[in-house]
């Protein structure tokens, strides 16, 4: 082996130095070089750490703001859904009241109309009867200046009759 060291320039005298100062390189970094790369590693671990920390409780933060956004959005669907049935109920009751109003004052104006009919109905029947005794009069003071016999008295029924269907009724002859 040493031949081997000898063919490739190492000085094999050297050797035996190298490895007492490679020991005592490693004595002096393990003293002196150690603790501060430490220092520095624990405090870059402190950092990730703190980093880490900060990273979490802003994941949690959101994750706090995302579920109340979902709660106050589920408020709002709720609240509208509220509201609009109750608009929706407003809006049925309302339509009732205006359909019960609609058919009271329906039934009310039918039952005017039909009372103005009836009074209608009841004068022109006066109407009519004064009409009828008007001409029956005139009838009977035609026979009674004319004198009557039985046919005469027939004649006067026939030319009454005719003249009551010539003649319309009308409201100008009223007493």
């Known amino acids: ?9 190492v000085e094999v005298e050297v050797i035996p130095q190298l490895i007492i100062g490679l020991i005592l390189l490693i004595w002096l970094l393990w003293k002196k070089g150690l ?3 430490q220092i ?5 671990r402190q950092g990730i750490e703190e980093t880490h920390a900060q990273v979490e409780q802003t994941l949690k933060e959101i994750e706090e703001y995302r579920s109340d956004y979902r709660q106050r959005l589920d408020n709002i669907k709720t609240e509208t859904d509220k509201s609009l049935q109750t608009a ?3 809006a049925e009751a ?5 359909h019960q109003e609609t058919q009271q004052l329906i039934a009310a104006t039918r039952q005017r109309t039909e009372a103005d009919i009836q009074r209608e109905h009841e004068k022109l029947l006066i109407v009519l009867r004064r009409e009828m005794v008007e001409i029956a009069f005139e009838a009977a003071e035609d026979a009674l200046r004319d004198g009557i016999n039985e046919t005469a008295h027939h004649q006067l029924i026939g030319q009454f009759i005719n003249d009551l269907a010539a003649e319309p009724l009308t409201l100008s002859r009223q007493a």
């Open 1 to 9: 082996m040493i031949s081997i060291l000898k063919a490739l320039g």
């Open 35 to 37: 603790p501060p790369a």
């Open 40 to 44: 520095f590693l624990e405090a870059r």
């Open 88 to 90: 929706m109920s407003e």
């Open 94 to 98: 309302i339509s009732r009241q205006i």
